[in-house]
């Protein structure tokens, strides 16, 4: 490793060749400002289009500001990242990126957690000079079932563009027009809808503006609780209890479930259950499924669709129907948690406190954006009326304890409600990436082999890498595992398996960097990826420390078989568990 | 939900573009080069026309989106009977070419790289056409205009009534 020495604000340091003035500054514990920049370290992300200039530092000898994110440190290099100089054409910097934005912050839905307000706040700029006079673009706001754009609060970042190309590579947005135009979005600026948009989230997750926001239901659901004629039953997702505290002050990584419960409670909920119990629920059918299939595999069978792929993300889901429509037998049939949740809420237990399905309001809490679409797609409603009727994402939740006026750090701890809020766990560990092959082998080996499992932690199915591998030796059978997450990272294995050559039984993929713990909805990490490692860390915590951690033993799981669906996959699991996917993929044809 | 988006185009269009497409190889980092050629054939640039191309070059229409409205010179409307173009090149500049131009969009009632209703008429702006003696330059179809001054604008739309 070369090293070489640079002087930053008066003192000396030794960094390696190559370093950035931004990260040299950084590991001194200095704090030059940044807008555009960003980047995830072990995740690989990095989002440096050099072009907000906030981060702007003078280097002696040098004519011009260097903009510190971009700028690699020489040897000798004096640099000062607070000089007059530099102070002042920050200031001109800020203001020149203020001038053509909207100053309606009151009821944006981005105050209080934005990176440019905050920018403003912390440069303290108290009047934009030439402001009446500049273009203002106009663009229309553009509102799908998940993300709503207000492009007018663009700042040419290229963040969202960065995750839905390189890490995504959805590519349902880029930048577009120059000057004052410039903005992100689909192609002919049409909507979101009209674009092979998966509604990961991924972009509204690194937006530092309210440019990309999520489409906000909690108006809605307060109304349902003030209904006196709805029960409404909510379902909180695995990734949250993980992710919660942290809009309250508490520090990532600590899990909050029994206050998140509480508040939920006294929110006026009337039945405060869990989506882990449908995550084993999940374990139950998916399980089952790669079980038949593998059997008929090891049996010669060409039509045994192996590799089995997971299906419980609904990013994912979009994803294959847009791009890989061909494979779209391969994917288990299980529905993703939120939505087995919803069907089996409308069915087993509105029979069982006896009221109509139509008098019910199901409430989903989700680290993700992609369930409020997959919500409201029409295979997923009985009559026009809908399993899951609301979901709201882990911020949304935040905003709605904070509307309550509920102290959340000093709420004491309650449990789930029974019978649809027992879980174990295995289904807290969906939350993380490798977390749902996990307890999915721990069910498989079990059921398969008839014995006890000698271990439970599958350690090597965990960690951040973007693609990993192992092999579980299931009682003499080599079971061949495969793990991605991020769409990019997907795709890598997809097309293995396209072309013949995957060499995997099963295939966990997750959207979202991290699995849910790094959703869409999740609270915003600002580019700090240790924040997404330590919330995986909670979740595995968690599993470790629950009485029960195999699906198959959950006894409300075995409950609801013996009074209801029967068997795994039997017909009426079918029927409420399992759906089927489309093909969404743009054709070209030839005009007749 | 199950309905796809359609992209329809005529056989020849596609045999067209796929050729120019392949004669660079697919290659994703020659978009401006192909999306050139490509123009250079139809004329223009319609979202139908992006989409084939990045289908065969297997990149988003995003991506060949930004390159086209990033760029001037490329369009999406179709160039109108009489293309109408002003040069914006120095000399022509200071000699007024801005008023020019100013003149030919009150009349016609565009903007740069718009064309009119009927199609008869489409207004671009273009980089010095090599012709400064004559500044400032107005080129229709292949006739060109030299010493142009605000008040012969009117004259010279009458020519294609
Ligand atoms: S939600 Fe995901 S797929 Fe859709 S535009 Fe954003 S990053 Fe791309
Ligand atoms: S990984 Fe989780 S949060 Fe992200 S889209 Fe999939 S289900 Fe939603
Ligand atoms: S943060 Fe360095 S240019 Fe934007
Ligand atoms: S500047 Fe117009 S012809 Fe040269």
Redesign the interface.
Same mark, same amino acid.
């Given at each position: 490793m070369e090293t070489i020495k640079i002087t930053i604000d008066n003192k000396q340091v030794e960094v390696e060749k190559g370093t950035t003035i931004l990260d040299a500054a950084r590991k001194m514990g200095i704090d030059i400002p940044t807008l555009c920049h960003m980047r995830l370290d072990d995740l690989n992300i990095e989002n440096k289009p050099g072009g907000c200039r906030i981060c702007v530092v003078e280097v002696q000898g040098r004519r011009n500001l260097a903009p510190a994110c971009i700028t690699q440190c020489v040897d000798g290099a004096v640099i000062r990242t607070h000089s007059p100089r530099v102070m002042n054409a920050r200031r001109t910097v800020m203001e020149f990126i203020l001038s053509d934005h909207p100053k309606d912050c009151l009821i944006c839905p981005k105050s209080g957690n934005c990176d440019l307000q905050n920018m403003a706040h912390r440069l303290g700029i108290r009047e934009i000079p030439g402001h009446e006079i500049a273009e203002i673009s106009t663009y229309r706001k553009d509102t799908s079932p998940s993300i709503i754009r207000d492009l007018d609060k663009c700042i040419m970042c290229r963040r969202c563009e960065m995750m839905c190309?390189e890490v995504q590579t959805?590519? +349902?947005?880029? +930048?577009?027009?120059?000057g004052f135009m410039a903005a992100v979005? @689909? +192609?002919?600026e049409q909507d979101l809808e009209?674009? @092979?948009c998966t509604y990961c989230g991924q972009c509204v997750a690194v937006c530092p503006t309210g440019a990309l926001t999520e489409v906000d239901h909690t108006r809605e659901v307060l109304r349902a609780i003030v209904d006196p004629s709805k029960t409404v039953v909510v379902q909180t997702a695995p990734a949250v209890r993980a992710a919660l505290g942290e809009e309250f002050g508490m520090k990532p990584g600590t899990l909050v479930t029994g206050k998140m419960v509480t508040a939920l409670k006294e929110l006026g909920f009337d039945y405060v259950f869990d989506t882990d119990f449908a995550a084993d629920l999940t374990i139950m059918e998916e399980g089952t499924e790669l079980l038949t299939r593998l059997k008929k595999f090891l049996n010669g069978d060409k039509d045994a669709n192996i590799p089995i792929l997971t299906s419980c993300c609904p990013g994912w889901v979009n994803f294959f129907e847009h791009n890989y429509p061909e494979l779209r037998e391969v994917p288990s049939t299980a529905k993703s948690p939120q939505q087995m949740f919803g069907a089996i809420a409308k069915s087993y237990f509105a029979e069982k406190i006896n009221i109509n399905r139509k008098d019910m309001v199901v409430v989903s809490i989700m680290p993700c954006l992609a369930k409020k679409y997959e919500r409201q797609? @029409?295979?997923f409603s009985v009559d026009g009326n809908p399993d899951v009727d609301f979901s709201l994402s882990t911020r949304e939740l935040a905003s709605f304890i904070r509307q309550a006026n509920i102290d959340f750090a000093n709420l004491p701890e309650s449990e789930f409600d029974r019978p649809l809020g027992e879980s174990t766990g295995a289904a807290v560990i969906f939350g993380n990436t490798g977390g749902v092959i996990e307890a999915a082998v721990r069910t498989a080996y079990e059921v398969f082999t008839g014995k006890k499992l000698s271990r439970i932690d599958f350690t090597e199915l965990r960690g951040m890498e973007g693609v990993r591998q192992a092999t579980i030796d299931v009682d003499g059978f080599p079971l061949n595992i495969g793990i991605a997450h991020g769409l990019g990272n997907a795709r890598k294995l997809l097309d293995d398996v396209k072309a013949g050559r995957s060499k995997f039984h099963a295939i966990e993929v997750m959207a979202c960097p991290g699995g849910c713990v790094g959703g869409g909805g999740q609270p915003l990490h600002h580019g700090d990826s240790a924040i997404l490692k330590a919330r995986a860390k909670a979740l595995y915590d968690a599993d470790r420390d629950m009485p029960i951690r195999l699906s198959h033993e959950n006894p409300y799981i075995i409950q609801l078989y013996k009074e209801y669906l029967g068997e795994p996959n039997s017909e009426k699991a079918h029927h409420l568990l399992h759906t089927h996917y489309?093909?969404?993929? +743009?054709?070209?044809?030839?005009?007749q | 939900m199950s309905t796809t988006i359609k992209i329809e185009l005529r056989q020849q269009d596609l045999k067209k573009i796929h050729e120019i497409c392949d004669s660079f190889n697919n290659e994703p980092l020659e978009l401006i080069n192909i999306l050139h050629k490509t123009q250079e054939h139809f004329g223009y640039l319609p979202a139908e026309i992006q989409d084939a191309v990045a289908d065969k070059l297997n990149i988003s229409t995003a991506q060949v989106y930004g390159v086209v409205t990033f760029y001037s010179f490329f369009t999406m409307t179709p160039k109108g009977k009489h293309p109408i173009s002003i040069c914006m090149g120095t000399a022509c500049y200071v000699r007024g070419a801005e008023r020019i131009l100013d003149e030919f969009k009150k009349e016609l009632g565009l903007q740069v790289g718009q064309t009119t209703p009927d199609g008869k008429f489409s207004l671009s702006s273009l980089r010095c056409v090599g012709a400064c003696g004559l500044a400032p330059v107005v080129i229709v179809g292949n006739k060109t205009y030299g010493r142009v001054a605000p008040d012969d604008v009117k004259a010279i739309l009458k020519e294609y009534e």
């Open positions: 190309n959805v590519g +349902a947005i880029g +930048a577009f027009n120059r979005g @689909p +192609a002919y009209h674009s @092979p797609r @029409p295979e489309f093909d969404r993929k +743009a054709k070209i044809v030839v005009k | -």
